[in-house]
Nanobody
């Protein structure tokens, strides 16, 4: 069993930066791929970014490309999402997820086994 706790959300002005963190408790963090998803009011859960368990590859959804960076520190059981040049449309609840997921499934929420409770990001324009 893995528990995930996100932090770092809040209110930020458009064009600013924010770093989200997700700390995992439990065993075998090193064996899990980690993903970030987001959900805006009235919309489905959207893929943001993912990173392999070994951290040797990262993957990004279209909204994140060129602006967001995902990273992980396996020694700290933590995954990060650095958000730069944020826009009003980045406003959403951001969730981290963990799972033994192959590359083919990284963009799909249903392939992940564990989820955090989410952290709200609000971008003011």
């Amino acid at each position: 069993q893995v528990q995930l706790v996100e932090s770092g959300g809040g209110l930020v002005q458009a064009g600013g930066s924010l770093r989200l963190s997700c700390v995992a408790s439990g065993r075998n963090f090193n064996s899990y791929a980690m993903g970030w998803f987001r959900q805006a009011p009235g919309k489905g859960r959207e893929f943001v970014a993912a990173i392999r368990s070994s951290a040797d590859s990262t993957f990004y959804g279209d909204p994140a490309k060129g602006r967001f960076t995902i990273a992980r520190d396996n020694a700290k059981n933590t995954v990060y999402l650095q958000m730069n040049r944020v826009k009003a449309e980045d406003t959403a609840v951001y969730y981290c997820a963990a799972g033994e997921v192959g590359d083919y499934g990284l963009v799909t929420p249903t392939t992940y086994d564990y989820w955090g409770q989410g952290t709200q990001v609000t971008v003011s324009s």
